[in-house]
């Protein structure tokens, strides 16, 4: 078996590795929600100055047997990498991953990092083998979430009347800008984590314009925002996206700012978003935190239901 780097410049060998993964983490997960293909080549072809992805590949001869990609953060978390080994399911229990996760270690510790983060997703019933894996190279869960699903179409959540609801695709509009900073920043440091010791990322202007420009190329970027009648003062955020040319929603972050809790406006907006969306949605996919109660319960009492458990690893090097 030879580990190597795929070649980028090859759209041939992307399409290869893009299906391993593909084929591979979807082998005992019925409700996965993957990076589609689109999103994919977007990140390959064109990468951000955040963060510098590595993708490996597990060759035997000519065939590819599993893939690994490393993602070395270049603004914070200077000490982190994550990782997410995939090895096709007629190819396992022969050393592949394990082979992929010492090449993704070399270079973790080559860039001067000291742990490895990855996310281990597992259904209810025949979850597979990810937690085993990774227990094997010493990986210890730090953080677990719920991978929830929701079918559309959901009643209204009514918003409270003391409450505009603003909405917007894609660019937030300028004169909202500083205001959804400031929830986006506070969402950022608000956030759960369990026992995952991350560094919030801090947006600036320019740092969420090229954010909203790179996702809109692979996303239909949708945020209905809550703003008090009383004093124009935003009270909270909800955001999905929508991968081009797919039938699922993908709902990303929603924030109430402190002094606007307690109206169900986390509820409002979502389905403020879900009500915008064509027919040909028919789904949406969410993470929480079961120890976060507030969104969790404001997502089953929506309809949303439990289809997965979400285990944030994370190993020493
Ligand atoms: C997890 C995965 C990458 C393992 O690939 P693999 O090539 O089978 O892994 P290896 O053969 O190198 O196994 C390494 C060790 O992991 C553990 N392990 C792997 N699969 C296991 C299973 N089904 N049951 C129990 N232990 C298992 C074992 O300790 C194994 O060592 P051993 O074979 O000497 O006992 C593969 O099953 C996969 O792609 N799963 C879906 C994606 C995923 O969950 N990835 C992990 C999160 S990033």
Redesign the pocket.
């Known amino acids: 078996m030879d580990i190597r780097e795929l070649d980028a410049q090859d759209p041939a060998a992307r399409r290869a590795w893009f299906e391993v993964m593909e084929t591979?983490?979807r082998?005992?997960r019925p409700h996965a929600l993957l990076e589609g293909f689109t999103a994919f080549e977007v990140s390959v072809t064109e990468p951000g100055e955040h963060a510098h992805r590595v993708r490996l590949e597990a060759r035997d001869g000519d065939d590819l047997?599993?893939v690994a990609e490393l993602e070395l953060p270049l603004t914070e978390n200077l000490d982190v990498a994550w990782?997410?080994?995939?090895?096709?399911?007629e190819?396992?229990?022969?050393?592949?991953?394990?082979?992929?996760?010492e090449a993704v270690v070399d270079r973790a510790r080559a860039a001067g990092r000291t742990r490895i983060g990855?996310?281990?997703?597992?259904a209810p019933v025949d979850g597979?083998?990810?937690l085993?894996?990774?227990?094997?190279?010493g990986a210890v869960e730090k953080h677990r979430e719920d991978h929830l699903l929701l079918d559309l179409p959901v009643t209204a959540a009514p918003a409270d009347p003391a409450y505009d609801v603003v909405t917007w695709r894609g660019r937030c509009p300028d004169e909202h800008r500083p205001a959804y900073l400031a929830m986006r920043n506070q969402m950022n440091a608000d956030v759960p984590l369990g026992e995952l010791d991350l560094e919030p990322v801090v947006l600036d202007d320019a740092r969420l314009a090229s954010s909203e420009e790179r996702l809109m190329r692979s996303y239909d970027v949708r945020v209905a925002a809550a703003r008090r009648r009383s004093d124009g003062e935003f009270g909270g955020y909800s955001l999905l996206f929508v991968p081009h040319g797919e039938a699922y929603g993908w709902q990303d972050d929603t924030l109430v700012m402190p002094d606007h809790r307690g109206h169900r406006l986390g509820a409002a907006l979502k389905t403020v978003n879900y009500a915008d969306l064509t027919g040909d949605v028919r789904v949406v996919h969410t993470w929480t935190a079961p120890s976060n109660a507030a969104m969790h319960h404001t997502n089953t009492a929506l309809g949303f239901r439990v289809v997965e458990h979400m285990h944030e690893?994370e190993a020493a090097i």
């Open positions: 591979s983490a082998a005992n047997a599993g990782a997410e080994v995939n090895v096709l399911p190819r396992r229990r022969r050393g592949t991953g394990r082979l992929l996760w990855g996310e281990v997703s597992v597979g083998p990810g085993e894996f990774a227990d094997a190279v690893m």
